[in-house]
């Protein structure tokens, strides 16, 4: 993917505003990413989601993909307590166990760079902007 990236704004993340507005449950889907999600699973592709939020996000974070249009997954990774150590680590870390239970990832998408830096990226790797935030 080439091409030009502008960054409007973009600031650290700040945990504390973030879960704020994560409790919301009001995150609305990318189209793209929403037309990209549907398309996967009606070539049989299994979708997972890894994320770097919290545990104890989990039922907020289901019900905000629920609403958003994302309907079904295979898997919802989320940072438990035991996890340590920077979002690349973790997230390498639950790709590496999902293609040790037998699965191959074809494709890692995200818009950070820590969700397709690391290991057990799969085959293909895509950036998404976000001019909102980023993870340092």
Known sequence: MGGVVLVLWAEALNLTRANSWVYEGKAPAQPESLKLYKKLLSLGIKVVFITGRSEALRNVTTENLHNAGFHTWEKLNLRGSSDTGTAVVFKSNAR?????????????????????????????????????YYVS
Do not use: A, H
Request: no cysteine; net charge positive; aromatic share 8%.
């Open 96 to 132: 590496k166990k999902l293609e040790k239970s037998g699965y191959r990832i074809v494709g890692n998408i995200g818009d950070q760079w820590s969700d397709i830096l690391g290991t057990n990226v799969g085959n293909r790797t895509f950036k998404l902007p976000n001019p909102i």
